[in-house]
Every structure is written in structure tokens, then in C-alpha cells.
């Protein structure tokens, strides 16, 4: 058994329309990607597989989730190995793998002309630090797994704690407009270094990699002192332990509520359990600047 490539939102309905009609009780579990898969995209299709008898992935390389100066052109795509890995995960998968027409048939409209485009906004996410780094991006993020949740209609979907922010955002969105679609949340998959998994690891070197495990090193020995500290000095702190390698430039240090994304106070004294710690920070490496993000629930 190989797995099912569906091209055009058409044939992925057919497909689980027709899987549905042989199991009426299956359940769709959904994976969305940007590809260039890992071991942390292949760790939550495991997880897709073990709850769901019908497991959909999808490819897509959303170009309206990307500012104008980000890596949309550069973003890394291998789709050969994507589906040679997703073959040995789950050979029963069907994997959804749109166009950019597919998707977008008026053209990639620009989301922040109210007047041409249909969107989505998670009010709240223009002021997480995530949302006024990348102006945008939530919009984008929101309006295209909202699209995707409406062609694959799964019971359940699946996203990386990496991506802090984004889970936020999603699971307000599903909340806000009565989504029935489950949103699970599956921890973050490491390097043995205890670096993040990310399709963006691929920018560095071997040994660029290794300088940015200090990354999380870093958000691990804040972390376990965090109940003496101040949000602000916490921030301080975790600035002055990754700077310590000159080749990375933290661009926000975030300390939120964790259900909410709301930034605590800098001068809160103490931190709350549960809070989020999530950060962004350029790696100024040989071949290009990476911007890496990670995170550390408290
Ligand atoms: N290390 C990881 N552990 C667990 N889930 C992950 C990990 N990396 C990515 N994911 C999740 O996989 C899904 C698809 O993410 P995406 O395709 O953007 O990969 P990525 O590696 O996060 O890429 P990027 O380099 O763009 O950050 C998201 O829900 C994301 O949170
Ligand atoms: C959720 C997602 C697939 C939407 O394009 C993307 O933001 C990602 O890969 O995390
Ligand atoms: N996983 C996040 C996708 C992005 O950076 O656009």
C-alpha cells in the first residue's frame, strides 16, 4: 500500500467520501504542513494515526502566511522525500498537495485588502509578539487552515507546541466560529542536541545547528529558577545567556498567559505556572539569516 496523492480539493472529497462510505464510523485525523517533513511532522501524524482511521496530511506552502521580505521563495520543499516518509509512517495516508491556484483561484490576493479577499483574523494575535513581528501572518495562518479544515472536514487536527502562537491562534479561531474540528496539541520533537525541529533547521550548517541548541539550554536554566524572577528579568536573563554566541539576535523574548497568548506584565514579580515562554531569534549563519522560534511552557 502506498499513499493517496490528492491534488485538487475535488478528488480529496471524493477520496474521503468514498473511505467514509466503506467505514461510517472512521474518524478523519488531519495534519497540515508546509513540508519538508521532520521527525517532529512525522511524530504527529503517529499520533493522527493512532487516534483516526482516516489520516489526511497536507503540503502546502501558503504564500499568504509570508511577509513581503520573508522566505517564501527559499522556504526549503523536497516533496519526493515527503512522501517517501510519509509512506513509511502510514502507507494509508492520503496526502492533500494544492496548488497555489487550488487554493487560491483568484489569485494570491493580498489579506490585508479588505476589499478583494476573504479572511479570517484572530483579533486578539495582532498583539502577541508573534503577531506584531509578522504582521500578517496569523491572518494568513488562520484564513488558510480554516480553508483546509473546510475541504478535509476532520474530527480531529494536530499541531506542533513549537509553534506556540499558531496553536493559540487556531484553537481561538475554532472556539470563535464553532469549529467542531478537535485541536490537539502535540509536544515539541528535538534534536538529540535539543534543538527544535524546523524545516528552517535546514539553513544552518551541521555546526550552526550545535551553536543554536544554546537556545533552548538557555530557556531551560531560566526556566527552573523562574519562581525568583520577574517577567522583565527573566527577559534579561535569557537575552544575555543566548547573546553569549555573537552569531544570535534575540528579536522578542515573549512570557504569556498560556491559554491566551496575553503577554504578562514586565514588572509582574512572580510568574505564574503554566505561562509560555516563546521566543524568536535570528541566527546569523554562513549561508543565510535563520529566524528561529521555540518554546517553554512553565
Ligand atoms: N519540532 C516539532 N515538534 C512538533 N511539531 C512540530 C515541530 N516542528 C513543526 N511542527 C509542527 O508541524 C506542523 C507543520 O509545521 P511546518 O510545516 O511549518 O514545519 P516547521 O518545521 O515548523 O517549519 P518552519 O521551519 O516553517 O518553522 C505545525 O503544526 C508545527 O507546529
Ligand atoms: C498550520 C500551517 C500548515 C498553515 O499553513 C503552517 O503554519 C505550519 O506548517 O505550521
Ligand atoms: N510553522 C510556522 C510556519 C511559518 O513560519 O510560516
Same mark, same amino acid.
Given at each position: 500500500m502506498v499513499i493517496k496523492i490528492c491534488e485538487t480539493i475535488q478528488s480529496i472529497r471524493d477520496e474521503i467520501k468514498n473511505r467514509k462510505r466503506k467505514d461510517i464510523d472512521a474518524l478523519v485525523t488531519f495534519v497540515p504542513t508546509m513540508g519538508y517533513l521532520h521527525r517532529g511532522h512525522i511524530t504527529l501524524v503517529d499520533v493522527a494515526k493512532r487516534d483516526g482511521q482516516i489520516v489526511v496530511v497536507s503540503i502546502f506552502v501558503n504564500p499568504?502566511?509570508? *511577509?513581503?521580505?520573508?522566505?517564501l521563495a527559499a522556504y526549503p520543499r523536497d516533496i519526493e522525500n515527503d512522501v517517501r516518509l510519509l509512506n513509511e509512517a502510514c502507507p494509508n495516508a492520503i496526502l492533500f498537495l494544492p496548488s497555489s491556484k487550488e487554493m487560491y483561484p483568484s489569485g494570491v490576493?493580498? $489579506?490585508?485588502?479588505a476589499t478583494t479577499a476573504t479572511y479570517v483574523d484572530? *483579533?486578539?494575535?495582532?498583539?502577541?509578539r508573534e503577531g506584531i513581528a509578522r504582521p500578517g501572518h496569523f491572518r494568513g495562518v488562520a484564513t488558510v487552515v480554516t480553508k483546509l479544515v473546510n475541504i478535509v472536514q476532520p474530527d480531529i487536527m494536530y499541531l506542533g507546541q513549537k509553534d506556540a502562537m499558531q496553536c493559540v491562534c487556531l484553537k481561538k479561531c475554532f472556539q470563535d466560529l464553532n469549529n467542531p474540528t478537535r485541536v490537539v496539541i502535540v509536544d515539541t520533537v528535538r534534536e538529540p542536541s535539543g534543538l527544535a525541529m524546523s524545516s528552517?533547521?535546514?539553513? $544552518?550548517?551541521e555546526s550552526e545547528r550545535l551553536d543554536a541548541s544554546l537556545i533552548y539550554r538557555s530557556m531551560k536554566e531560566v526556566a527552573s529558577v523562574y519562581?525568583? $524572577?520577574?517577567v522583565e528579568q527573566l527577559q534579561e536573563q535569557l537575552t544575555t545567556k543566548i547573546t553569549s554566541n555573537p552569531k544570535m539576535v534575540v528579536e522578542y523574548i515573549s512570557v504569556a498567559n *498560556?491559554?491566551?497568548g496575553s503577554e504578562l506584565s514586565p514588572s509582574l514579580d512572580s510568574i505564574p505556572p503554566q505561562s509560555i515562554i516563546s521566543l524568536a531569534v535570528f541566527f546569523n549563519g554562513q549561508n543565510r539569516k535563520t529566524r528561529l522560534i521555540d518554546v517553554l511552557i512553565l
Open positions: 499568504t502566511q509570508f *511577509g513581503p521580505t520573508e522566505d490576493v493580498n $489579506l490585508s485588502d484572530v *483579533g486578539s494575535m495582532t498583539t502577541v528552517r533547521n535546514s539553513y $544552518l550548517t519562581r525568583t $524572577l520577574s *498560556g491559554s491566551t
